[in-house]
């Protein structure tokens, strides 16, 4: 997925077996339409994974994809982000069974595990709210709050820094875990709070190491993870106890609770958490 119209010019020469997809919840974002249009001007297919079946995007492109989400009221995307990342998941699935990555075991396998996470989304919101909500306020004192994440859960860092940037104004950013001592480390410190997303996985150990760096350099850590990643944090860290779940499926389950974080910033710092300042549900100008 592009998102800007920078790709027109930094991809050049394109196969024609491409397929171009974009992901919007509006379908009439102005950068993403420009990106669509080229690919389709250089004669590849393309595809819209979109909320909004009606929209420019949706009448343009060879195949639309609608993720069903209903209606977002609030310009923080929030269940459109939720259904996009199914949509993008389940499209995954069915690539690699198309190109032979995985056999029809694996493929009901990972189905099944699809089909488990409405129950463990509902799962999160009840095993996270409460501790989000004693934890909001401390957030919302800080000046500036960073995100750690390593694999996927880099992308759901930046995902957690733009919704607090969005819903409480505070400034927020996104790391890669692993990045942390190349610059991010500098930072640091008793005023910055630091929001670790890392459930109990093949990565999990190093970003233990990470939190050890923050705590040695007096950071507060937020650790969102699940119960076997709990059992071994550090003491001094905040735990934020999640559902086990595949990881398959981990993004879109540990996405839960940093949308519930920035609301309740939000809402402890008075912010209008449906209409923040300065935004706008569509953006149609590049």
């Known amino acids: 997925m592009e998102v800007a119209s920078e790709f ?49 995007m949706s009448r343009e492109v060879d195949l639309v994809w ?10 923080l995307s929030t269940k459109a982000f939720t259904a996009q990342l199914t949509a993008l998941i389940a499209l995954a699935v069915a690539a690699a069974r198309q190109r032979g990555r995985i056999d029809a075991a694996e493929e009901r396998r990972l189905v099944n595990v699809l089909l488990e996470a409405p129950r463990l989304l509902s799962q999160s919101i009840a095993l996270t709210e409460d501790s989000l909500r004693l934890i909001a306020p401390e957030i919302a004192r800080a000046r500036d709050v960073l995100y750690l994440g390593r694999g996927a859960m880099y992308g759901l860092a930046m995902e957690g820094a733009l919704k607090l940037k969005e819903g409480s104004y505070i400034h927020a950013e996104g790391y890669a875990a692993g990045e942390m001592k190349h610059g991010p480390i500098a930072l640091i410190d008793e005023a ?52 086990d779940c595949d990881p398959l499926i981990a993004p879109l389950i ?28 569509s953006v149609t100008v590049e």
């Open 66 to 75: 609608p993720t069903h989400a209903g209606p977002e009221i609030c310009v």
């Open 192 to 243: 910055t709070p630091v929001v670790v997303v890392a459930p109990s996985d093949a990565a999990f150990d190093k970003t233990l190491s990470n939190i050890s760096e923050v705590i040695a350099r007096n950071g507060a850590v937020v650790l969102i993870t699940d119960a076997a990643g709990a059992a071994h944090a550090p003491a001094e860290a905040r735990l934020i106890i999640g559902p």
């Open 8 to 56: 027109r010019y930094r991809n050049p020469a394109i196969a024609a077996s491409t397929l171009a997809i974009a992901v919007s919840q509006s379908g009439e974002t102005a950068d993403t339409l420009a990106a669509l249009r080229w690919c389709k001007a250089k004669g590849l297919t393309t595809a819209v994974i979109v909320n909004a079946p009606e929209s420019t």
């Open 254 to 281: 540990f996405a839960v609770p940093l949308q519930v974080l920035a609301y309740q910033v939000g809402v402890a710092k008075g912010a209008d958490v449906d209409q923040p300042r300065n935004l706008a549900k």
